[in-house]
T-cell receptor
Framework: QKEVEQDPGPLSVPEGAIVSLNCTYSNSAFQYFMWYRQYSRKGPELLMYTYSSGNKEDGRFTAQVDKSSKYISLFIRDSQPSDSATYLCAMSASGTASKLTFGTGTRLQVTL | EAQVTQNPRYLITVTGKKLTVTCSQNMNHEYMSWYRQDPGLGLRQIYYSMNVEVTDKGDVPEGYKVSRKEKRNFPLILESPSPNQTSLYFC???????????????FGQGTRLTVV
């Protein structure tokens, strides 16, 4: 079993929809949770960063962490075609940059 | 502009022919790392470095070497490439300590390597 599980999709939604992307994990030591966005033929870019449990909002994006369930989510409101990309969750146990464990990524397509 | 630069972007080579993929960052970051990305497996860490002359193995280090002689550069070396090293490679850099407020990790554009 992988440490981090993520549905690969693809997930196709119409423009304006609310998108929910999720990851589950097995390592209870994880405390730092990230979401990266990766456009085709590009490197991943950091979208959201959350420490421990709770919610974090940034514009149309909301990240949620439920450590008791070992479950993290990324919500995208009012989705746009420009949100079409692969979304990778990542997590680490320490506050240093040494060990990040990534999910396999969910491919999202937002259609007009 | 803050960036991580990898070269080359695309490379086709033959089995056993040594190659180097370069990575350079202009943000004075202590931490640099190499990942490979494969379908269904996601991003897996190959090697990382916490500072000059400090390197360590990630999850999949076999068949790779790295060096960190200068803070800005972190080349990935394949001494004798094999077809199972065909992959998309990313270099990344960030500050070393990330704390509760977080810090951004910057990725390069990727190097698509094919070993035939």
């Amino acid at each position: 079993q992988k440490e981090v599980e993520q549905d690969p999709g693809p997930l196709s939604v119409p423009e304006g929809a609310i998108v929910s992307l999720n990851c589950t994990y097995s390592n209870s030591a994880f405390q730092y949770f990230m979401w990266y966005r990766q456009y085709s033929r590009k490197g991943p870019e950091l979208l959201m960063y959350t420490y421990s449990s709770g919610n974090k909002e940034d514009g149309r994006f909301t990240a949620q962490v439920d450590k008791s369930s070992k479950y993290i989510s990324l919500f995208i409101r009012d989705s746009q075609p420009s949100d079409s990309a692969t979304y990778l969750c990542a997590m680490s146990a320490s506050g240093t940059a040494s060990k990040l464990t990534f999910g396999t990524g969910t491919r999202l397509q937002v259609t007009l | 502009e803050a960036q991580v630069t990898q070269n080359p972007r695309y490379l086709i080579t033959v089995t056993g022919k040594k190659l180097t993929v370069t990575c350079s960052q202009n943000m004075n970051h202590e931490y640099m790392s190499w990942y490979r990305q494969d379908p269904g497996l996601g991003l897996r860490q190959i090697y990382y470095s916490m500072n000059v002359e400090v390197t360590d193995k990630g999850d999949v280090p076999e068949g790779y070497k790295v060096s960190r002689k200068e803070k800005r550069n972190f080349p990935l070396i394949l001494e004798s490439p094999s077809p199972n090293q065909t992959s998309l490679y990313f270099c990344a850099s960030s500050l070393l300590f990330q704390g509760a407020s977080g810090t951004e990790a910057f990725f390069g554009q990727g190097t698509r390597l094919t070993v035939v």
